[in-house]
């Protein structure tokens, strides 16, 4: 498998454009994960899905934020409309989840996408 | 939310072992204790996980107490390679036996030649 596939790699925007991310996850894995990174705050959860459907939605910033699962094999973040302080490096990760949850399996992360609002 | 507790930075040399700890006081009892490694301009990747005593795998080793309060990650002989920020994580102990993965701060290492 060729791991988790983020695109695009770099994108960069004007404030108040509509931003679309894209995540292929590792086929069979049931969990997907959204992130963000910044340097001021690290690592967040922003949503996760379990089998397609979103599971916790609670990390998402704003209503400016959405995400979408449509099936297995692909999810979208949607920023609409971008602002400069999205910008970011945001990692799609997907696990498989064992019997006992998903706090004892291993997550895979994609490259990331770089994204610049000017 | 179980939270964890690590250093912010440690330095090392090549060749040396270098031990990373982490707290976690209210770890629940399902919780796994898992660490990442992250590399610049990468996404985190798993290194090693574990619930209790020792664990170990080809490139590090994870001691956990028997109270499970705290883990210690162990990298012998560093490489200036190693160069990263490693991830101590903890499920959160929801009850469903449905967890999230969270990150802290991390603890970035830099290893001198």
């Known amino acids: 498998d060729a791991g988790v596939i983020q695109s695009p790699r770099h994108e960069v925007t004007e404030m108040g454009q509509e931003v679309t991310l894209r995540c292929k996850p590792i086929?069979?894995?049931?969990?997907l994960f959204w992130y963000r990174q910044t340097m001021m705050r690290g690592l967040e959860l922003l949503i996760y899905?379990?089998?397609?459907?979103?599971?916790?939605d609670s990390g998402m910033p704003e209503d400016r934020f959405s995400a979408k699962m449509p099936n297995a094999s692909f999810s979208t973040l949607k920023i609409q409309p971008s602002e400069p302080r999205d910008s970011a490096v945001y990692f799609c990760?997907?696990?498989?989840?064992?019997?006992?949850?998903?706090?004892?399996?291993?997550?895979?992360f994609g490259q990331g996408t770089r994204l610049t609002v000017v | 939310l179980a939270k964890t507790t690590q250093p912010i930075s440690m330095d090392s040399y090549e060749g040396q072992e270098v031990n990373i700890t982490c707290s976690h006081n209210?770890?629940?009892?399902?919780?796994?204790i898992t660490w990442y490694q992250q590399f610049p301009s990468q996404g985190p990747r798993f290194i090693i996980q574990?619930?209790?005593t020792k664990v170990t795998n080809e490139v590090a080793s994870l001691f956990i107490p028997a109270d499970r309060k705290s883990s210690t990650l162990s990298l012998p002989r560093v490489s200036l390679s190693d160069t990263a920020v490693y991830y101590c994580?903890?499920?959160?102990?929801?009850?469903?036996?449905?967890?999230?993965?969270?990150f802290g701060k991390g603890t970035m290492l830099l290893v001198s030649p």
């Open positions: 990760a997907s696990s498989l989840a064992s019997g006992q949850g998903i706090s004892n399996t291993e997550a895979f």
């Open positions: 086929s069979g894995h049931d969990y």
């Open positions: 899905f379990n089998n397609n459907v979103p599971i916790d």
């Open positions: 209210n770890i629940a009892t399902n919780d796994y």
């Open positions: 574990g619930y209790k």
């Open positions: 994580l903890v499920g959160d102990g929801a009850n469903s036996g449905y967890s999230t993965l969270t």
